[in-house]
């Protein structure tokens, strides 16, 4: 039997007032600290509340934050605003630190008390709306979706604020050229894929960045994603996950299995080929017993949406210590999510770029974002989408005037590929960089390696499949 417990203290009227008398008196830097840590919603009086308010938006608004500036400026609005003890008191507790030296440590203290409080109610209300949904016979699982989802995505996402000193920065220039030095920790910090010379040229992906994928539509895009995938959880074994908003099981399965077999995907899609009889079947099962034990997790959802990508990467961090992360794609989620708010497809990626930054940096991963080009070959109005990130690949596909071109006759051999991947934006490496890939549809495979290239161009020509069954 369940033991019965108090129930919590949900406010904490002291701490509020405290934090407040903060924003009545505080300098500028206590100021900042407390509008980057509390928001409104943290407050349990809607006295404080307002309060909160009124001075968040004489801070928006360039105005001096204080109760004198708030009098003189803003008099009629704070006059009707109602609270247990008077302004004047609640500006005291500030202020008569001074007298009975108690100022150290006033504001994390006094924050931390608000949090906590608001953290509180924040459960009540996930277990009230639990107990009624237990109340009208929903099945559990999904009563237990609803309050993992609720507990996922309790905070608004925000990247960690870090203010250093200088004898800070000294700290941290020592230490990150001593990680790049030691090679183990290095490993532990970057994530590789299997195209040596894109590991190359970016010094592979580093967590905490946003990559940005890009290509026309039908140029491979999703393709070469999931090639990025398979390197990381099935070759490296390092735990990644592709969340995708277009596909299903059953065609994710045919494409890594043609990835990973070297069986055609269209055999694999007819059935073709696959009798024992040629060992076609065999080899499937062999691989799919080894991607069982490998780190590539999966998730589908077909009404792709902001606050659907925050959950669910929490929860693959939280559950399986995922390092990478496909985002494929953010076009998807336009309609979805900008419905009834006249949001235009270009605001909504903004929005997501700048939510999957955050994320990637907050949960220490790479994220690759998958966005789809207008016929222009741009991303449209995005620019703070390639802002956001710290490295922009786009696939282009070579056409006949390429192969003619200067630009592209410097590049060795390149009659042996047919795609680019340029670097259009790179933040801590070159940018204008191309590599040079060959991209073999029938099996959805990219290679920037030359004896694989010349492997696929024999097969071309001859209208085979590259080793479909040995």
Request: charged share 30%; with cysteine.
């Amino acid at each position: 039997m369940a033991r019965k417990i108090n129930s919590p203290t949900i406010s904490d009227s002291e701490s509020e007032e405290k934090v407040l008398s903060i924003l009545m008196n505080g300098k500028q830097h206590e100021i900042e600290a407390v509008f980057d840590s509390v928001k409104e919603t943290d407050f349990y009086y809607d006295g404080h509340r307002q309060l909160y308010r009124l001075f968040r938006a004489m801070y928006e608004a360039g105005e001096s934050v204080s109760l004198n500036s708030a009098l003189a400026l803003h008099r009629q609005e704070i006059e009707g605003i109602q609270t247990k003890h008077s302004f004047i008191e609640i500006s005291t507790l500030y202020t008569s630190l001074f007298i009975v030296g108690e100022k150290r440590d006033f504001l994390q203290v006094a924050v931390e008390a608000v949090k906590k409080r608001a953290a509180y109610r924040s459960l009540v209300d996930i277990m009230t709306t639990a107990r009624a949904d237990m109340e009208n016979d929903l099945p559990p699982d999904d009563i237990y979706d609803k309050v993992e989802k609720s507990l996922l995505t309790r905070q608004p996402l925000k990247a960690k604020i870090e203010r250093l000193t200088p004898k800070d920065m000294g700290g941290a220039i020592l230490e990150a050229v001593t990680e790049r030095m030691d090679k183990e920790r290095r490993a532990g910090r970057v994530i590789y894929v299997g195209m040596p010379r894109l590991n190359s040229y970016s010094g592979g992906f580093e967590k905490g960045d946003l990559i940005i994928l890009s290509a026309p539509s039908g140029a491979g895009k999703s393709a070469l994603a999931m090639n990025f995938v398979r390197d990381v959880g099935y070759v490296s074994n390092k735990a990644a996950l592709y969340l995708n908003s277009e596909m299903s099981k059953e065609q994710i399965a045919l494409r890594f299995t043609a990835m990973l077999t070297g069986i055609a995907y269209n055999d694999l899609r007819q059935g073709r080929g696959l009798d024992d009889s040629f060992g076609g079947f065999s080899k499937v099962a062999t691989m799919a017993e080894t991607f069982a034990k490998k780190q590539v997790y999966l998730t589908t959802i077909p009404d792709l949406q902001i606050n659907n990508i925050a959950s669910e990467l929490r929860r693959a961090v939280d559950r399986f210590g995922v390092e990478f992360v496909v985002v494929d794609y953010i076009g998807r989620m336009d309609s979805i999510a900008s419905k009834g708010k006249g949001a235009e497809t270009w605001e909504i990626m903004e929005q997501a770029a700048r939510l999957l930054k955050t994320l990637a940096q907050e949960l220490d991963i790479v994220i690759l974002m998958v966005a789809q080009l207008n016929k222009a070959g741009e991303l449209a109005k995005a620019s703070a989408m390639k802002n956001e990130c710290d490295l922009w690949l786009n696939i282009k596909r070579l056409t006949y005037e390429d192969y003619q071109s200067e630009k592209f006759k410097r590049y060795p051999d390149i009659n042996l590929y047919n795609t680019v991947l340029e670097f259009r934006k790179a933040r801590n490496v070159e940018s204008g960089v191309m590599i040079p890939l060959h991209f073999y549809g029938n099996t959805l495979t990219f290679t920037d390696n030359k004896e694989k290239a010349e492997e696929y161009c024999h097969l071309e020509k001859l209208g085979k499949n590259p080793n479909p069954i040995a």
